[in-house]
């Protein structure tokens, strides 16, 4: 079974592959298998490389991923609260989101599910950054 720390520096490796703007070491975080649903409701991007282009459009715009707080852990879930900041249409946004994640037995992220709407998103001139 996968171990807190694990799911922890999962969520830490994510962030950094933002902050990288590295889409291979985003999508390597997933199972083969794995499901991202983001945001939930919208299409689903199935398997490692439809994820991996999914996170290379995505760090296209710039995208920065700000915690706010620690991860929440249930394991194999795990959920966790941060704001989005990027380029989106030529302004710069910020988006409140949770993500969750479901870890297989091998560390891997079967499913990930972000929760956010259009009541999430706001230019970021209006917003202040998260408190980590």
């Known amino acids: 079974m996968v ?9 830490q490796a994510y962030v950094a592959a933002f902050d990288k703007g590295d889409p291979d070491a985003a999508a390597a975080l997933f199972a083969e298998d794995a499901v991202v649903e983001d945001p939930i409701g919208s299409p689903p991007h199935v398997g490692q490389a439809a994820i991996r282009a999914f996170y290379a459009a ?8 700000i915690l706010s707080g620690p991860p929440r852990l249930a ?5 966790f ?3 989005v900041r990027l380029n989106w249409q030529g302004r710069d946004m910020a988006i409140d989101v949770i993500d969750t994640m479901e870890f297989n037995a091998d560390g891997k992220v079967r499913r990930m599910q972000a929760y956010f709407g259009p009541s999430n998103m706001s ?6 950054t998260p408190d980590a």
């Open 75 to 79: 394991p194999p879930h795990l959920a």
């Open 123 to 128: 230019d970021t001139a209006t917003r202040s």
């Open 81 to 83: 609260a941060m704001q």
């Open 58 to 65: 995505s760090m296209k715009t710039g995208a920065k991923l």
């Open 3 to 11: 171990s807190p720390e694990q799911m922890s520096a999962a969520v």
